[in-house]
């Protein structure tokens, strides 16, 4: 049995998912033992999620994002 989601719980979806995404490379950007190719992805997608959350009206989070962001750069 497949289920379809309806568009808003999708974007509720992609939602979570994204702030899931950003906290643990906030917890990984705190470590020392991340590989630099790793850090430097989550990096990427870190800043891919902040554009799409900032020019979707979520821009409370962008100041933490940020320092994640920061935080991955070492």
């Known amino acids: 049995m497949k289920v379809k ?11 979570h998912t994204a702030f899931a995404v950003h906290q643990i ?17 989550l990096r990427g997608h870190i800043s891919a999620i902040e554009g799409v959350l900032v020019t979707t009206g979520h821009d409370w989070i962008k100041d933490e994002i940020e320092a994640t962001e920061a935080a991955l750069n070492g």
């Open 5 to 15: 989601l309806s568009d808003d719980d999708r974007d509720k979806l992609a939602l």
């Open 25 to 41: 490379a906030r917890w990984m950007a705190g470590r020392s033992d991340v590989p630099p190719e790793i850090r430097d992805r």
